[in-house]
């Protein structure tokens, strides 16, 4: 098969993570015979430093004549001063409002290597298999009208039907794939947004009977999310809700630099980017954790190309990598040597090149 990856490093540890992932996207083509054509565009910081646009029209264009995207990280205290309309992240924010991703979907799994990682109990922590579908183009982030003056500030919170149906729609199908139970996290005794939201949610259970549907508060959810979290299958929420309560759901598996996610549509065009940040303190030093970009490239090969065993094959190296006790710094397993992003990578592309691929299917939410 051959496909087109627009690859957008973006800034901070973005280029050392994305071209960790690249290398195995490469190691997959050869193994499996598929020709993937890279290019390589500019967002974010990088892009401000270039054009003074952090999202060019030459990226968009790119990107548009693309199969999938893989994106590393945008943001730094470099930028941090500059007026909103030149900061990173509006890069980030412009190019998933401009290829209508509003499904973000966020895989979080205990991996029983690194259950010491994780700052819960071993007995809390193993067992986590929960997938979190955050909305990722409405809400409080986008809606009209903001403003903010010396002793005044305005931001609006709002949902239409269409966009609350789709992300509801897109969930419930998740459910249905995997153990069937979906919690719809609102804070509808306050918000008329989450009234509608969980109208709608109500609405749309009549399609999927074969999945269980709670609807749960935002607080209460923050909660079980630390003492039961293995109670949870799937997860949808509004953009917000989200954007926190996945943050809070990374630290189970030991390290934000593990997590995987996968913004897309209908039509199952997407951009796939670890869930961390740019990391700048970390930056350049050869030390940042791959694997979230490794496994947002497994998502791209199993979502996007529909390339099964090549996402099974990718999830296993990094399973079986972390399994021989080889991990990064941010892991933090007392009495284990720390590897760097390029040692590690080269252990996860030794592993590409000399694995069995079994059935059992790491990572995966379908
Ligand atoms: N999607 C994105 O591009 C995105 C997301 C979040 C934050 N940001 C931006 O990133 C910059 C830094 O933000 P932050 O510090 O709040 O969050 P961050 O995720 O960049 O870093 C938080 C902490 O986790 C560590 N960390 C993150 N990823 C790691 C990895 N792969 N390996 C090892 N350690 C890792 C960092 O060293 C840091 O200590 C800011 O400019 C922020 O706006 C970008």
């Not at 990280?73 to 209508?100: M, T, Y």
């Not at 799937?234 to 598996?253: Q, R």
Request: charged content about 25%.
């Amino acid at each position: 098969m051959e496909k087109t990856i627009t690859v957008l490093p973006g800034d901070g540890i973005g280029p050392e993570v994305t071209e960790a992932a690249v290398k195995v996207l490469q190691t997959i083509a050869k193994r499996f015979n598929h020709t993937f054509n890279l290019h390589y565009e500019l967002i974010g910081g990088a892009a401000i430093d270039d054009c003074e646009n952090p999202l060019p029209e030459e990226t968009i264009k790119q990107c548009s004549q693309s199969d999938a995207i893989l994106l590393g990280a945008v943001g730094g205290p470099k930028w941090d001063q500059n007026p909103s309309h030149l900061r990173p992240e509006k890069g980030l924010l412009a190019i998933r409002k401009h290829f209508g991703l509003y499904a973000n979907i966020r895989p979080v799994k205990a991996i029983p290597a690194l259950l010491d990682s994780s700052p819960l109990k071993k007995e809390v922590a193993e067992n986590v298999d929960l997938v979190i579908v955050r909305e990722l183009t409405g809400g409080l982030y986008f809606s009209e009208p903001r403003e903010k003056s010396h002793d005044h500030a305005l931001d609006t919170l709002a949902y239409s039907r269409t966009e609350i149906e789709r992300i509801v729609d897109t969930a419930f199908q998740i459910a249905r794939s995997r153990r069937g139970k979906l919690a719809s996290v609102d804070k509808a005794n306050v918000l008329d947004t989450s009234k509608l939201w969980r109208e709608i949610v109500e609405e749309k259970r009549q399609n999927y009977p074969d999945v269980e549907l709670e609807h749960m508060l935002v607080d209460s959810t923050a909660m079980k999310m630390i003492t039961q979290p293995s109670a949870f299958d799937v997860i949808v929420t509004e953009n917000m809700f989200g954007d926190i309560l996945s943050d809070e759901a990374s630290v189970i598996t030991g390290s934000l630099g593990m997590l995987p996610s996968a913004s897309t549509r209908e039509d199952g065009f997407g951009l796939y980017e670890p869930v961390h940040g740019s990391a700048p303190d970390i930056a350049g030093q050869n030390k940042a954790n791959p694997a979230a970009t490794i496994l947002s490239a497994a998502m791209m090969l199993r979502e996007a190309f529909q390339m099964e065993t090549e996402a099974a094959a990718v999830e296993e190296a990094v399973f079986n990598v972390l399994n021989d006790g080889n991990f990064t710094g941010d892991l933090q397993v007392e009495g284990k040597r720390v590897l760097s992003t390029t040692e590690w990578t080269a252990k996860v592309l030794e592993e590409l090149d000399s694995e069995f691929v079994s059935d059992s299917i790491m990572f995966s939410y379908v």
